[in-house]
């Protein structure tokens, strides 16, 4: 079927030609760019699919986005069995959200934990005064997690069934990919790195437990990789 | 067990440090290194394992070894069924040597192949002349394949069950690390890109098969891997 993807404008251009190659030769398909800084996603999504007759899937707010990524926890866990711990990569709180109902109905006594970039985090303030904060568009290199809030639909999940929510430095998440790099082989991108940062700069006490992390997204331009690997 | 490691002295710094990391705690255990250039490793293998009453294990050329790296083609084919065709990454010839008997066991029909450095192509003279060809130090970035000639024990069964020896360049070599990164996400190293530069170069007429395709090793220092992935 057509799709229209609404996509910012500074996202990584080999996120963009990897979706403009999966729509190869849907007739209507098209990637519309914006400007996060400045227009607001939810509304030119809304105009464009009542333009046309579409269907919205958001970003992370649907209960069907939730539980497809929620998926996550749950081959993860059907693989490896018991965690003591789940760490998530955390924006607008899909994932986490979705793993933390996959993974609390397989194990009730798991710790999940949220992990944001320092530079927003949304989560952890909404989490702590018990409402949503919104937040100026955060600049931070984990460009999956500038989002300004969480969702209606994620919040209360995160909320109830989150144990906490921390921060990483972008300075913790380059240094994350390297290691990823070297020690793994995986080539990730800085927001898919949030929940491994936490780990290894042990933002949580978790000696001696049996710990899931979340690896989610590789979408990163190579020259910009390369200058991470290098430290610059 | 206490163990020396005989490595040639330009072998990327972190698969050092990787092999010492591993030795820590032994007590007897070191990294002795030599110029592959202008030294003899076998010999200098044997002296060592002579005065200090140690067991020599080649790098290729011992029948548990070339087993060893044959459970590569064992597992491929236990998870995903039959191939048609099986790429395999070829230096010294233990990985393919071990690979093709496996896979013959398994699938008496499949086509194996070896990919080994344009630069470095003693297995492919060897195979068109009937003996083991002995070649100088080949100027590769595959140095995992930078062997002079295969062994004794891996000659006669790559003779016997490889369909046939290619090669790839230096340049392909790392046209394939920007497309493995860029595309499945792993970090490998040059000489475990071979068979899969063979492939994206279709230097093999495999249309319509189902291809296996051995990645090798990851073992490629950041700043260097960096270079490559910026096509420097």
Do not use: W
């Not at 809304?46 to 996550?72: C, F, K, L, N, S």
């Not at 994620?154 to 069934?161: A, N």
């Amino acid at each position: 079927m057509p799709s229209v993807l609404v996509m910012p404008r500074d996202a990584p251009a080999m996120k963009m030609a990897a979706a403009s190659d999966y729509q190869r030769g849907r007739a209507g398909s098209e990637i519309v760019l914006y400007d996060r800084m400045t227009e607001d996603r939810a509304a030119i999504c809304a105009r464009i699919a009542a333009e046309r007759g579409m269907t919205m899937v958001p970003p992370y707010d649907h209960a069907d986005v939730m539980a497809g990524q929620g998926t996550v926890a749950f081959e993860l866990i059907g693989q490896v069995g018991p965690l003591d711990a789940l760490l998530v990569c955390l924006g607008g709180g899909g994932l986490l959200s979705g793993c933390a109902v996959a993974a609390h109905y397989l194990l009730p006594d798991i710790a999940i934990y949220g992990v944001e970039p320092a530079a927003g985090n949304d989560v952890q303030q909404s989490v702590a005064s018990g409402h949503i904060v919104k937040i100026t568009v955060p600049q931070t290199i984990a460009d999956g997690a500038q989002t300004t809030s969480c969702g209606e639909l994620t919040f209360p999940v995160i909320k109830q069934l989150v144990r906490d929510v921390v921060t990483v430095t972008d300075d913790e998440l380059v240094e994350t990919m390297r290691v990823l790099a070297q020690r793994i082989k995986q080539v990730v991108e800085p927001t898919g790195c949030l929940a491994a940062a936490a780990l290894l700069t042990r933002k949580i006490d978790l000696r001696g437990q049996r710990v899931g992390v979340v690896l989610s997204g590789g979408n990163v331009d190579l020259p910009r990789y390369a200058r991470f690997l290098q430290g610059v």
